[in-house]
C-alpha cells in the first residue's frame, strides 16, 4: 500500500491551500484516514482524522480553519486548510488504517512540507 501526498507548498497566512493523499494498492477497506504534522524541533501530532463513518475528528488548533474529507471510491483524503497561520508550518504527512485481506495495517505517506508567511 502507498500513500502519495500533494498539494503542500508556500501559503500566506491568511489564504488556502488543500493538500491531497491517495491511497493504492492491495487494499480492502480503509477504516480511517487522517493527517498529522510535525514542525521542526517537535513531535508529531495529529491534526484531523475522519472514519469509514463518516465521523471526524479535529486537533483544537485547528478546528473552524481546516477541513478533512474524503472521496472513498478513490481512497483519497483531503485536508482543505483556510486562514493558516504560521505556527501551522511543518511537513504533513497522510495516513491510513488499511485492510488489505490478510489484516490491518497503518500506512504513512512521506509527507509533504507547508511553509506558512506572515
Known amino acids: 500500500v502507498q500513500l502519495v501526498e500533494s498539494g503542500g507548498g508556500l501559503v500566506q497566512a491568511g489564504g488556502s491551500l488543500r493538500l491531497s493523499c491517495a491511497a493504492s494498492g492491495r487494499i480492502l477497506s480503509i477504516n480511517d484516514m487522517g493527517w498529522y504534522r510535525q514542525a521542526p524541533g517537535k513531535q508529531r501530532e495529529v491534526v484531523a482524522v475522519t472514519t469509514s463513518a463518516g465521523s471526524t475528528n479535529y486537533a483544537d488548533s485547528v478546528k473552524g480553519r481546516f477541513t478533512i474529507s474524503s472521496d472513498n471510491a478513490k481512497n483519497t483524503v483531503y485536508l482543505q486548510m483556510n486562514s493558516p497561520k504560521t505556527e501551522d508550518t511543518a511537513v504533513y504527512y497522510c495516513?491510513?488504517?488499511?485492510?488489505?485481506?490478510?489484516?490491518?495495517?497503518?500506512?504513512w505517506g512521506q509527507g509533504t512540507p507547508v511553509t506558512v508567511s506572515s
Open positions: 495516513t491510513a488504517r488499511v485492510f488489505n485481506g490478510s489484516g490491518y495495517g497503518q500506512y
